[in-house]
């Protein structure tokens, strides 16, 4: 078992060369139970940076990066002995509180939904970044080897802007997204340290950590390092609503791909950090999945089924055809392909005929009593829209899916339709040269 711990300690980080160290320690008094180095390996180094801009986006990553540590002791607070500014104080609580969420509801710990942030107040050294006047030029776009990031890459391209790839670990479909655009991909190696994975096989609480929250900090890093001015993720609409509400709060898997995560992280950076930013923050992974499906050239590449970037997993390319996500993007891919296409993205299978995930299909499509499911997939009134779509598809309309008396009962209005086709105005951090972007997607 894992000893009581009265907090875990988060130390400065470490920048020698490209390395970056993530120094926590699990601590009572005086007495260090525990210490952990998290590694990651920069693609250049970062002497050129500003001190003023680099140090500050390392700790805000050492803050974010605390939690996949801090959760093996949850709820013990996280303590920044150095001392934080009020702004990375507000980024660390919000972060915890709301990024842990899941695993707070699964691992029943209502404590953690109000985790302590403690270490003594510094003085705050600069006002945050707002985007550049001339806007973005140089753009350094996040991929995750699904079909949203190939979706921003494409819309970028034709817009014409320069555009450089960048990815967290090596996966099998990241880099044939990256061949197939033939776009250079630059891959920043994240080390979790491996004590963290003997505490939890041998019992430390585990569960969903705000992953994007660290991505999105490695990613600003990694533009400072090649020069680029903005960073661009590819976080839909969908994202930002939650589960399910538990002890008075909303808990979201998805919470660091939110719009409220992308604003703190804005608010967060120093002036003068490239612009961070979602391209598809205004649409829906509906309208999305529309757009994608006239990408065919990378229709054999991509995968968003999450069982293809486990650690034990990462040379996977194909898909589960058995979780939420599978389930999810062959429901919202199908109205815009013909049935054979649809087929070979899946290996032949058909997941609509697989009688053993109706209950996952009626989750998704937000059947009552049943729970949203803790993955990145849309929200129900998509699904139902995508549904409706399905009866009128001359290759889907007879499929005996849509006839199950359960599945039959669902329906969408034409408002909701149009809704979940329109672009979101005001929702969303787009600078003016590419809010135009997005609206053609
Ligand atoms: C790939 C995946 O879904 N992993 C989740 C899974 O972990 P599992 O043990 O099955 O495999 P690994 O990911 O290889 O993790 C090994 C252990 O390491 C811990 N860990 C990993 C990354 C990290 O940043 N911190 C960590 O402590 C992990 O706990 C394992 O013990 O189940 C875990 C427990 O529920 C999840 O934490 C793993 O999720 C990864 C962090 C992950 O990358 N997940 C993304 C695919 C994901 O869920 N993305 C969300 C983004 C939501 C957000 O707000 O960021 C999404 O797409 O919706
Ligand atoms: N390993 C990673 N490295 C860098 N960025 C990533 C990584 N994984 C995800 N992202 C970023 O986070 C976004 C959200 O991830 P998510 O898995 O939801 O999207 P996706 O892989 O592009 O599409 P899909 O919804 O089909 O899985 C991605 O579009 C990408 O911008």
Redesign the pocket.
């Known amino acids: 078992m894992v000893d009581e711990v009265e907090a875990l300690l988060c130390e400065p980080p470490v920048l020698d060369g490209t390395t970056v160290s993530l120094r926590y320690a699990a601590v009572t008094g005086a007495t260090v139970h525990h210490t952990f180095t998290e590694v990651l390996e920069l693609p250049g180094p970062l002497d050129h940076v500003d001190a003023a801009v680099r140090e500050p986006v390392l700790r805000l990553l050492s803050l974010a990066a605390s939690l996949s540590y801090a959760k093996a002791f949850a709820p013990a607070p996280i303590r920044v002995p150095a001392g934080l500014t009020a702004r990375e104080r507000r980024f660390l609580t919000e972060v915890a509180r709301h990024g842990l969420g899941e695993f707070a509801y699964v691992n029943d710990l209502p404590a953690v939904l109000d985790l302590q942030v403690e270490g003594p107040e510094l003085p705050e050294p600069a006002t945050s970044a707002e985007p550049a006047a001339d806007g973005p030029e140089r753009l350094l776009v996040?991929?995750?080897?699904?079909?949203?990031?190939?979706v921003s890459i494409e819309a970028l391209r034709g817009a014409g802007f320069d555009l450089g790839l960048?990815?967290?670990?090596s996966?099998a479909p990241?880099e044939a997204t990256a061949e197939t655009a033939g776009i250079d991909l630059t891959t920043v190696r994240r080390r979790i340290d491996p004590h963290l994975l003997e505490l939890n096989a041998a019992g430390a609480p585990n569960g969903h950590v705000p992953v994007?929250a660290v991505?999105s900090l490695v990613?600003v890093l990694t533009a400072l390092a090649l020069g680029r001015d903005t960073v661009v993720?590819?976080?839909e609409a969908s994202s930002s609503f939650g589960n399910v509400t538990w002890h008075g709060r909303t808990v979201n898997h998805q919470w660091s791909?939110g719009l409220d995560f992308e604003r703190l992280l804005r608010a967060s950076l120093p002036a003068g950090a490239p612009t961070y930013l979602s391209l598809l923050r205004p649409l829906t992974e509906l309208r999305i999945a529309r757009r994608f499906a006239d990408h065919t050239a990378y229709h054999r590449v991509?995968t968003?089924c999450n069982r293809a970037?486990k650690l034990a997993e990462g040379d996977r390319t194909s898909w589960c055809g058995d979780c939420p996500?599978c389930r999810f993007?062959f429901l919202c891919l199908a109205p815009f392909l013909s049935r054979a296409a649809l087929l070979e993205v899946f290996g032949g299978r058909d997941v609509l005929a697989d009688t053993g995930q109706l209950t996952g299909f009626l989750e998704l499509l937000g059947v009552d009593g049943l729970l949203k499911p803790f993955e990145?997939v849309g929200e129900p009134d998509e699904c139902r829209v995508a549904l409706e779509l399905l009866r009128e598809h001359p290759d889907w309309r007879d499929h005996p899916f849509l006839a199950h008396p359960e599945v039959a009962a669902v329906t969408a209005t034409p408002a909701e339709r149009e809704a979940v086709f329109a672009f979101r105005e005001g929702e969303h951090l787009l600078p003016p040269a590419l809010e135009p972007v997005a609206r053609a997607v």
């Open positions: 996040a991929v995750g080897g699904g079909k949203d990031s190939i960048f990815s967290v670990g996966y990241i994007t991505n990613a993720f590819s976080n791909k991509f968003s970037f996500k993007v990145c």
